[in-house]
Nanobody, 121 residues
Framework: QVQLVESGGGLAQPGGSLRLSCAAS????????MGWHRQTPGKQRELVAS???????NYADSVKGRFTISRDNAKNTVYLQMNSLKPEDTAVYYC???????????????WGQGTQVTVSS
């Protein structure tokens, strides 16, 4: 199986920065797209940013110009640099990976346990 472990969440002031990391481990044959989603109580989980194995990125309009997603394929790790944070960025952030497990034929979607990001003064 594939496990995703997030780190880097916490409390930041408006205008501040945080950096999230997510490392994938386990029986991994290959990882395709990796990304970050977020969810607040009573709302659906939404895509924040994603990045393909080749480095193509996609961002939600609400974070464009403020957040940057990157990945280290050698380490099976994806990062989310969050700058100019706003109170509305407060949410639980989940890492996601589309991966083919060792011995598998098809890719599957894997999720981390989530990390809380709170933006408040």
């Amino acid at each position: 199986q594939v496990q995703l472990v997030e780190s880097g969440g916490g409390l930041a002031q408006p205008g501040g920065s945080l950096r999230l990391s997510c490392a994938a481990s386990g029986s991994i044959f290959s990882i395709n797209t990796m990304g970050w989603h977020r969810q607040t109580p009573g709302k659906q989980r939404e895509l924040v940013a994603s990045i393909t194995k080749g480095g193509s990125t996609n961002y939600a309009d609400s974070v464009k110009g403020r957040f940057t997603i990157s990945r280290d394929n050698a380490k099976n790790t994806v990062y989310l640099q969050m700058n100019s944070l706003k109170p509305e960025d407060t949410a639980v952030y989940y890492c996601n990976a589309i991966a083919v497990p060792t011995g598998g034929t098809y890719s599957r979607s894997y999720w981390g346990q989530g990390t809380q990001v709170t933006v408040s003064s």
